[in-house]
């Protein structure tokens, strides 16, 4: 057997800028899966499931504090690299990507806008589920005392705020038969 011919394979250190990459696409999931139970809760507040929406909470926080936590390690490999690469202060991604390999960028600029398109869309599902969430509640106080009137008395105060109580009456539903 020839040893000479066969070729000694040498592992190679990952490039420098696989960090950031690696960091953006974990940025990305974690914004993806918040868009998801974002989107969850909406479809559980319009089928009026108010424990599910409630049961939901939790995991959006958990999912929001992920995403934060993966933004974090992002802006620290960015850092690391822009320090690599002698750039002082703290440079955005966007102004470090002439400092990438001209075969990178090009990843770089596709995940940076699906990252920015996932917040944006985060956001806008946000502001919808905080609207729907407050109508509803504002619904729910004109239909009480819409469906028993006589369980709630308004009060004025000095300066014309009204306050609204409820007076404790038998139950609402009696049985028949």
Known sequence: MIVADIPTLVPTEAPAWNA???????????YGGLLGLFEAQQKK????????VSELVPQLELQAEAA?????????????YASTRGRAGVPSLRQLLP?????????????????????LRTRQRTRQNQMMLTRLVELHHELLPALRPQAFTKTYSRHGQ???STVATGPTYRATG
């Open 45 to 52: 507040i319009i089928a009026l499931d108010a424990d599910a």
């Open 99 to 119: 400092e990438f390999p001209s075969e990178v960028r090009p990843l770089l600029e596709a995940l940076i806008d699906e990252i920015n398109h996932l917040v």
């Open 20 to 30: 950031v990459v690696e960091a953006l696409r974990s940025e990305l999931a974690e």
């Open 68 to 80: 934060r936590h993966r933004r974090d390690e992002r802006e620290r490999a960015v850092r690391e």
């Open 162 to 164: 009204v306050a609204v």
